[in-house]
Structures are given as structure tokens and as C-alpha cells.
């Protein structure tokens, strides 16, 4: 139950699946602002400005400048490697945070037209009445309505 939710205004059967729509659409989502993924020109732009990068770029300039035209094609082509493998290694570490983010997503019990009901926390709204038993996350701020203790 949410901070400043009237306690006279409850009911045991917790709220409708309309009203929770309707509250999770105005609300939005329960859950902390979070960065967003990069995306894939970020990562390649933060790529290409990692310092020893710019410094082997450099070097295969001044190789070109000298004249050595094999010895900077070979270093450029090398560093054509590095940031291609470099770049794909941001790529899944980035799909893999993603997928952290997703499997740690907590899932929240909650009363709806009178039934307990399994919610990605992230839908848990305004009003909802959250089952919790021992070792549950809290999934959002709430006004404790009851408590038993079951080892007593």
C-alpha cells in the first residue's frame, strides 16, 4: 500500500485489474530511473576514443608520414582488429547488463479483485494490497495493514 492511500478506504479484496491499469498508466512504472543501454554509435565513439587507440592511430600516421607504407598498413590493420573485437566485447557486455537488470527484477504478490495475484514488481501501483512472507523483497513504499507471526 502506498504512502497517503487512506487506511478508511481499503478493502480486503484490493484493487480492480482496470483501476491498477488505470493507476500504472498515469503513475508509470515502479521502479528507479535507470541509465538507458547505450547504443551502438555511443559505444563505437567511446571505442575509437580510448587513449591507446588515439595513440596507435597516431603512430600508424606517422608510419604513412615516413613512408613505410607496409609497416602502417600492417599497424592500421591491426588496430582495425583491436577495435572490432573491442567493440563487440561492449556490444555483450552491454546485452548481458540488460539481462541482469531483467532476472533481478523482483516479483511482488498483491490482492487484485480479491485474489492473489504474481506481478512483476515494476506493476505495482498506488493502492495495491502486497502479501510479503519472510526473506520478500519489498517492492515499493507501503502502510503496514497486518502482521502475524507464524514461529509463535
Do not use: C, K
Not at 29 to 58: C, K
Not at 107 to 133: Q, Y
Request: charged share 25%.
Amino acid at each position: 500500500m502506498a504512502r497517503g492511500e487512506a487506511t478508511s478506504t481499503l478493502s480486503r479484496t484490493g484493487l480492480s485489474e482496470g483501476e491498477a491499469e488505470v493507476r500504472l498508466g498515469a503513475d508509470g512504472y515502479n521502479e528507479l530511473p535507470s541509465a538507458r543501454p547505450r547504443q551502438v554509435l555511443a559505444i563505437g565513439a567511446d571505442v575509437l576514443r580510448e587513449p591507446m587507440i588515439l595513440l596507435l592511430v597516431a603512430a600508424g600516421g606517422v608510419y604513412l608520414v615516413l613512408g613505410s607504407l607496409e609497416e602502417a598498413l600492417l599497424l592500421l590493420a591491426s588496430i582495425a582488429f583491436i577495435i572490432g573485437i573491442t567493440f563487440y566485447q561492449e556490444r555483450r557486455t552491454e546485452r548481458a547488463l540488460e539481462a541482469l537488470r531483467d532476472l533481478s527484477s523482483p516479483r511482488a504478490l498483491v490482492i487484485r479483485d480479491g485474489a492473489r495475484r504474481r506481478v512483476p514488481g515494476r506493476e505495482v501501483v498506488r493502492g495495491d494490497l502486497v502479501v510479503l512472507s519472510t526473506g520478500d523483497r519489498v517492492p515499493a513504499d507501503g502502510l503496514l495493514l497486518s502482521a502475524a507471526d507464524p514461529i509463535h
